[in-house]
């Protein structure tokens, strides 16, 4: 009876295994992983409520106990994953209306340029190692993209749902 109840115990753990990115070998694969992020499909996570007791003094010093409860949503991959990017449109939007108003300025009698802001599609982003984590893919501007051994890369706009190949370049 032991050996069942802690044979039982190991079948529930979780591995080290479980927090390694997927292999992606084939683009089946990919269209595998990407179900996950079908806006089609959603997610039917209600929330989880969480309840907690407290033991506190009133006003006369008498200790009573509140029973307070919340209820809480977690958000989606694809919602993260959509937060992030619309991040990252928004600071190249700014980026490129600062290098429309790129204007040289005088202090104090010396012509000064304005800082550059850089392109932040290209910069690294908080969900870049989600992603590579998640999916088994790395963000390039606002796609997300496999390279496979089959000559061709893959690329995912999360903002369409539409997942397109293109050749390699050499």
């Not at 407290?54 to 977690?74: E, F």
């Amino acid at each position: 009876m032991d050996l069942e109840r802690a044979l039982a115990r190991e079948a529930r753990r979780l591995s080290k295994k479980v927090f390694d990115p997927p292999t992606i070998r084939t683009a089946e694969d990919i269209k595998h992983i990407l179900r996950e992020l079908d806006p089609k499909i959603g997610n039917p996570d209600t929330g989880t409520e969480i309840h907690a007791y407290l033991a506190a003094p009133d006003d006369k010093g008498k200790l009573q106990t509140y029973h307070v409860k919340a209820s809480t949503r977690s958000a989606t991959k694809r919602e993260m994953i959509i937060s992030a990017f619309t991040a990252i449109k928004l600071k190249s939007e700014v980026g490129a209306k600062a290098g429309q108003l790129h204007q040289a300025t005088e202090v104090n009698g010396v012509i000064m340029q304005p800082a550059d802001v850089g392109r932040a599609g290209g910069a690294m982003s908080w969900i870049d190692p989600l992603i590579r984590k998640w999916l088994g893919a790395r963000r390039q501007d606002l796609l997300i993209c496999w390279d496979l051994s089959d000559g061709f890369t893959y690329s995912y706009d999360v903002f369409t749902h539409r997942l397109t190949r293109e050749p390699r370049n050499a």
